[in-house]
């Protein structure tokens, strides 16, 4: 009987969009594609409260994932970013992901 009385009240938790929001999926300021020089590459997601977690060698990133602190990522040599959205009480977003290109290597900033 508890139980039941329990899955009622998730429910209607659920119903009300108090607890199962989920986080927005991470977006990229630049567009996936290719490009002749190396790219600067920002991360954002639109819940405000999230914390973001990316790879930057197309692996699916987890809560074990480098925290994107806001500082943006160098893409240098062709790539795939992924990133990872989560907050507390609410479900992880869907995993965001960006593929790049760049036509010649490069190895250092000074390059850039």
């Known amino acids: 009987m508890k139980l039941r009385y329990l899955l009622a009240f998730a429910f209607l938790f659920c ?22 020089t190396p790219q600067v590459v920002a991360l954002a997601d639109a819940t405000p409260i999230s914390t973001l977690y990316y790879t930057v060698d197309g692996s699916t990133p987890t809560t074990s994932s480098a925290i994107y602190l806001g500082v943006p990522v160098y893409v240098f ?36």
Do not use: H, W
Not at 82 to 109: E, W
């Open 77 to 112: 040599y062709s790539q795939t970013l992924k990133a990872l959205g989560t907050a507390a009480g609410m479900t992880n977003s869907a995993i965001g992901s960006s593929s790049y290109t760049i036509a010649q290597q490069f190895t250092d900033r000074k390059s850039v």
């Open 15 to 36: 119903a009300s969009r108090l607890l199962c929001q989920t986080v927005a999926t991470p977006t990229f300021a630049v567009t996936a594609g290719s490009y002749s």
